[in-house]
């Protein structure tokens, strides 16, 4: 039926109106110029590919990439990513609105006149070969031909209202993009692009004496405009002849540029959105023989950086969402992932990929400043992480022996203990005190290991989110144990910090012990032992269920093995806020189950009205400053990383705040000791052992 209504309205339109309902291509345009155009394109072509050839040869100085491409991901990722936009079109693009949509306009617009263009092309190739004579098109004609002009016309404004939007911010000043003259250029042309091409239609439309004008409505707008200045058949023909030139020399000199301005994002974000293949928590592993082998380690120079890598590099645009949502560079450390990633190019712009990137132009207090948040990587919208870049220069300045200080001593204790205090391996067990937690090595059934880490084995404050554990997993008549002295650091820091030898040394100890106690399943309340476990140790032979605790209880509440239905929260007065930790939410992409676990007790159900949330929620958390191995890092209170977040908690005026990670639990419960003494800081963990058991008898 559908196809009937097609041919009726096909049918209908070449019948009525008053000659066919096509339009010559080069209409106006003498054989000549149709040679000179063709000359003019052919030479526009070739800069186009001589500037993309020049890249490619760069990219590939890079190492190649031992991923192989999925090209059924591929084709995937170019119709989500490149051809819908869905990571710039996606919920909480950081505050992005305005340029999202300018985007999106200029975009669309942009995509869908190159396709036009190029179905344009093809005509008139297809009608020279088949010998058919100007007005007699092969498929530019009747409904196609309708449809076409109309979405061509729609198109183009998209295009031009994109290409102001984006003036209009530079104008004003908005965002924190990189301006450069070269950038205003580039959004005149294509707005003067789009403007000429509907004046050209509009002079065609008199000259040509058009059929249904209507069809192309904004280039019968600017008929209407020109014929009311008096602008006749055979004026606008001799306008039309000038403009048409005008338009499309400067369409193609802009084709010719494309490779050797900012625009080469479109081409090099494709391919990069394409191929990408890096996953946020998951790093590139070091292979110790190539280590002996060439006595590096770590990235040096542009040419120790992966192909894609590389890539990336000519990816970025220089939009600074990255920067908009860096935690180091809103506390006013040097780290800009936007000004990392620029500074790289500069160098690759400069031909020598040999030369050493570390002190100029990339710092070591800059690397030094990440807290491998993943923020820059998850909000750009062309796939680029310069996380991955940040962490695999940090290896290099490990291998230089160039960390000094805190840290630096934090690493020598945890190769000397198997953990970042310095304690001893005897130690670890002593938080269960009076427990009878049982040990994988006494307990050979065991279902589920608790891996309790190295905050809660050996800090205080900590110790009570594992001694609240372990009594929900003894309420729920889970079958469960501990590695006890076994256990070791997983390395998470060390590997963050660059320190790859040392996270390769940890993780075989603690492979090597849980394949001895057979061990299936793994529950954490350390997100980044939960990323460790489940992202790092396959790499090393050791492959795991690994959940994270909120995971594992809101389970065991959704089960019923946890009487919590109807019970009140503890402190019901005080208005509570959760702080979700970065490694959960953005790396492994959980938001809902510590939600779930906070409401289940509430009395309010999932519509927790006892939950405050904060500005900053979700995956667009801000970090509370200790990941990457910022947590032995000593810095002055005003300096440190996680400072606003501290300012959103107070503002909110909640008395009680939830946190799922120990890291969280140390750095924001000491930020707000200093501002809120009143305010309690406290694991989901405990909290849903306080409603669910009582608090716990202290001695």
Not at 587 to 597: K, M
Not at 632 to 654: C, H, K, M, N, Y
């Given at each position: 039926m559908q196809f009937?209504i097609?041919?009726?309205l096909?049918?209908?339109?070449?019948?009525?109106a008053?000659?066919?309902?096509?339009?010559?291509?080069?209409?106006?345009?003498?054989?000549?110029?149709k040679?000179v155009f063709?000359?003019?394109?052919a030479?526009?072509v070739?800069m186009?590919?001589r500037?993309?050839?020049r890249?490619?040869r760069l990219?590939?100085?890079?190492?190649?990439?031992?991923?192989?491409?999925?090209w059924p991901q591929?084709?995937?990722r170019?119709?989500r990513?490149?051809?819908?936009?869905?990571r710039?079109?996606?919920?909480?693009?950081m505050?992005?609105a305005?340029?999202?949509a300018?985007?999106?306009?200029?975009?669309s617009g942009?995509?869908v006149?190159?396709?036009?263009?190029?179905?344009?092309c093809i005509?008139?190739?297809l009608?020279d070969?088949?010998g058919r004579?100007p007005g007699n098109?092969?498929?530019?004609?009747?409904?196609?031909?309708g449809?076409?002009?109309?979405?061509?016309?729609?198109?183009?404004?998209a295009?031009?209202a994109?290409c102001l939007?984006?003036l209009?911010?530079r104008?004003?000043n908005?965002g924190?993009?990189?301006r450069?003259?070269?950038?205003?250029a580039?959004?005149i042309?294509l707005?003067?692009?789009?403007?000429?091409?509907y004046?050209v239609?509009?002079?065609r439309i008199?000259?040509?004496?058009?059929?249904?004008?209507g069809l192309?409505p904004?280039?019968y707008?600017?008929?209407?405009?020109?014929?009311?200045?008096?602008?006749?058949?055979a004026?606008?023909?001799?306008?039309?002849?000038?403009?048409?030139?005008?338009?499309?020399?400067?369409?193609?000199?802009?084709?010719?540029?494309?490779?050797?301005t900012r625009?080469l994002?479109?081409?090099?974000?494709?391919v990069?959105?394409?191929i990408?293949d890096?996953?946020?928590g998951?790093?590139?592993?070091?292979?110790?023989?190539d280590?002996?082998e060439?006595g590096?380690?770590?990235?040096?120079?542009?040419?120790?950086?992966?192909?894609r890598q590389?890539?990336?590099?000519?990816?970025?645009?220089s939009?600074g969402r990255?920067e908009?949502s860096?935690?180091a560079?809103e506390?006013?450390?040097?780290?800009s992932p936007r000004?990392?990633v620029q500074?790289?190019v500069?160098?690759m712009?400069?031909?020598?990929l040999s030369?050493?990137?570390h002190?100029?132009?990339i710092?070591?207090?800059?690397l030094?400043s990440c807290?491998?948040?993943t923020?820059?990587?998850?909000?750009?919208?062309?796939g680029?992480?310069?996380l991955r870049?940040?962490?695999?220069?940090?290896r290099?300045?490990?291998g230089?022996?160039?960390?000094?200080g805190?840290?630096?001593t934090?690493?020598?204790?945890t190769?000397?203990?198997?953990?970042?205090w310095g304690?001893?391996?005897?130690?670890?067990?002593a938080?269960?005190?009076?427990?009878?937690v049982?040990?994988?090595?006494?307990?050979?059934?065991?279902?589920v290991?608790y891996w309790?880490g190295c905050?809660a084995?050996?800090?205080?404050?900590?110790?009570k989110?594992?001694?609240?554990?372990a009594?929900?997993?003894?309420a729920?008549?889970?079958?469960?144990?501990v590695l006890?002295p076994?256990?070791r650091?997983?390395?998470e820091?060390?590997r963050r910090?660059?320190?790859e030898?040392?996270?390769?040394?940890?993780?075989?100890?603690?492979?090597e012990?849980?394949?001895?106690r057979?061990v299936?399943k793994i529950?954490?309340?350390?997100?980044?032992?939960?990323?460790?476990?489940r992202?790092?140790?396959p790499?090393?032979?050791?492959?795991y269920?690994?959940?994270?605790?909120?995971?594992?209880l809101d389970d065991?509440i959704q089960a019923?093995k946890?009487?919590v239905?109807g019970?009140k929260?503890r402190?019901?007065n005080?208005?509570?806020?959760?702080?979700?930790?970065?490694?959960?939410a953005?790396?492994v992409g959980?938001?809902?189950a510590?939600?779930n676990?906070?409401s289940?007790?509430s009395g309010n159900?999932?519509?927790?009205?006892?939950?405050?949330?904060?500005?900053?929620?979700?995956?667009q958390?801000?970090?509370?400053?200790a990941?990457?191995?910022?947590?032995?890092?000593?810095d002055?209170p005003a300096r440190?990383?996680?400072?606003?977040r501290?300012d959103?908690?107070?503002?909110?005026g909640?008395?009680?705040?939830?946190?799922s990670?120990p890291?969280?639990?140390i750095?924001v419960?000491?930020?707000l000791?200093?501002?809120?003494?009143?305010?309690q800081?406290?694991?989901?963990?405990?909290?849903?052992?306080d409603?669910?058991l009582g608090?716990?008898?202290?001695?």
């Amino acid at each position: 039926m559908q196809f009937g209504i097609l041919r009726f309205l096909n049918s209908y339109l070449i019948a009525t109106a008053p000659s066919p309902l096509t339009r010559e291509i080069f209409g106006n345009i003498p054989t000549w110029g149709k040679v000179v155009f063709y000359v003019a394109a052919a030479f526009a072509v070739a800069m186009w590919l001589r500037g993309i050839v020049r890249r490619v040869r760069l990219w590939r100085q890079g190492v190649p990439s031992t991923t192989p491409i999925d090209w059924p991901q591929v084709l995937r990722r170019l119709t989500r990513d490149v051809v819908l936009q869905y990571r710039l079109r996606r919920k909480g693009a950081m505050g992005r609105a305005k340029a999202s949509a300018a985007h999106l306009l200029l975009f669309s617009g942009f995509f869908v006149l190159l396709i036009g263009t190029t179905l344009v092309c093809i005509e008139h190739v297809l009608a020279d070969l088949l010998g058919r004579a100007p007005g007699n098109p092969v498929f530019h004609k009747g409904i196609y031909f309708g449809v076409f002009e109309v979405v061509m016309d729609v198109f183009g404004v998209a295009l031009i209202a994109g290409c102001l939007m984006f003036l209009v911010r530079r104008w004003r000043n908005e965002g924190s993009f990189g301006r450069t003259p070269a950038d205003v250029a580039i959004l005149i042309v294509l707005a003067v692009i789009g403007v000429t091409g509907y004046f050209v239609e509009g002079l065609r439309i008199i000259y040509a004496h058009t059929p249904i004008p209507g069809l192309s409505p904004v280039g019968y707008l600017c008929a209407r405009g020109f014929a009311a200045l008096g602008i006749g058949p055979a004026q606008a023909a001799t306008i039309h002849f000038g403009l048409w030139w005008f338009h499309g020399l400067l369409a193609l000199g802009f084709v010719a540029l494309m490779p050797y301005t900012r625009l080469l994002h479109s081409l090099a974000g494709t391919v990069n959105l394409a191929i990408r293949d890096h996953r946020h928590g998951v790093m590139t592993p070091v292979r110790l023989e190539d280590v002996e082998e060439t006595g590096r380690i770590g990235v040096a120079t542009l040419a120790e950086f992966s192909r894609r890598q590389l890539i990336e590099l000519d990816a970025c645009v220089s939009c600074g969402r990255c920067e908009d949502s860096c935690p180091a560079y809103e506390a006013g450390k040097p780290l800009s992932p936007r000004n990392v990633v620029q500074d790289l190019v500069a160098v690759m712009n400069g031909g020598d990929l040999s030369r050493r990137v570390h002190g100029q132009p990339i710092t070591a207090e800059t690397l030094w400043s990440c807290t491998t948040c993943t923020a820059c990587a998850d909000v750009c919208p062309l796939g680029i992480s310069p996380l991955r870049m940040i962490t695999d220069m940090r290896r290099h300045l490990i291998g230089e022996g160039a960390l000094r200080g805190a840290p630096a001593t934090t690493l020598q204790k945890t190769e000397r203990t198997g953990n970042p205090w310095g304690l001893p391996a005897a130690d670890r067990l002593a938080w269960a005190k009076g427990l009878d937690v049982p040990l994988a090595s006494k307990t050979p059934n065991f279902e589920v290991l608790y891996w309790v880490g190295c905050a809660a084995s050996y800090d205080r404050r900590v110790q009570k989110v594992a001694r609240s554990m372990a009594r929900l997993l003894r309420a729920a008549n889970v079958n469960f144990a501990v590695l006890g002295p076994e256990e070791r650091c997983t390395g998470e820091s060390a590997r963050r910090m660059g320190d790859e030898l040392l996270f390769q040394t940890l993780a075989g100890q603690n492979v090597e012990t849980l394949t001895r106690r057979d061990v299936r399943k793994i529950v954490a309340h350390c997100p980044h032992c939960v990323n460790s476990l489940r992202n790092d140790y396959p790499q090393m032979g050791g492959d795991y269920e690994v959940v994270h605790h909120s995971q594992f209880l809101d389970d065991l509440i959704q089960a019923g093995k946890l009487p919590v239905a109807g019970e009140k929260l503890r402190t019901e007065n005080a208005m509570t806020t959760y702080h979700d930790p970065c490694y959960l939410a953005r790396v492994v992409g959980e938001t809902a189950a510590p939600r779930n676990v906070l409401s289940a007790f509430s009395g309010n159900g999932t519509n927790n009205a006892a939950l405050t949330e904060l500005p900053r929620h979700g995956r667009q958390t801000a970090c509370c400053g200790a990941g990457g191995g910022r947590m032995w890092f000593d810095d002055p209170p005003a300096r440190r990383v996680g400072t606003s977040r501290l300012d959103e908690i107070v503002q909110t005026g909640a008395k009680s705040v939830a946190v799922s990670c120990p890291f969280c639990l140390i750095m924001v419960g000491d930020g707000l000791a200093a501002r809120e003494p009143t305010a309690q800081v406290r694991d989901i963990a405990e909290i849903l052992a306080d409603a669910v058991l009582g608090p716990e008898a202290t001695s």
